[in-house]
């Protein structure tokens, strides 16, 4: 629950680290560039911001809230992102490839070549309520 209002990050790379409820939508715009390797970074929220090419490495991202952000070419490795809210969220080329617990509306955000796993595409489908099984 820090308060970060108009705090520069340019290249700041967070390891190890647990950040709780952090408001980054009041952070200075222009020096805003991050990497999270192995942080716990529930509740935290980005509405509306840029993080083109962020890496979250093994980041714990529950009920993050995404929403309005440039997540381009963002990578989510082995990532729990049970929660997290992408609406109206710009995420192509992004990689969720090997992320979990991924609920995200298609018609409301821009997917264009972003990677997933077969075994994600429940997530992808959520609304829907599809019965999908996984037969061996």
Do not use: H, W
Not at 73 to 81: E, G, I, P, V, W
Not at 118 to 134: H, N
């Amino acid at each position: 629950m820090t308060s970060i209002y108009d705090t520069g990050f340019r290249n700041a790379a967070f390891k190890n680290c647990k950040i709780l409820g952090v408001d980054f939508t009041r952070c200075n715009k222009y020096m805003f560039s991050f990497s999270f390797d192995n942080c716990i970074m529930d509740y935290c929220t980005f509405y509306g911001t840029k993080l083109k090419k962020t890496k979250f490495l093994q980041c714990s991202l529950k009920e993050v809230d995404f929403s309005e952000t440039d997540l381009t070419s963002a990578l989510f490795t082995k990532s729990d992102l049970t929660g997290a809210v992408f609406s109206k969220t710009l995420l192509e080329k992004a990689d969720f490839k090997s992320a979990t617990n991924i609920s995200i509306d298609p018609e409301f955000n821009t997917l264009k070549k972003a990677k997933f796993s077969a075994f994600q595409l429940e997530g992808l489908l959520l609304k829907y309520q599809l019965d999908i099984q996984y037969d061996n």
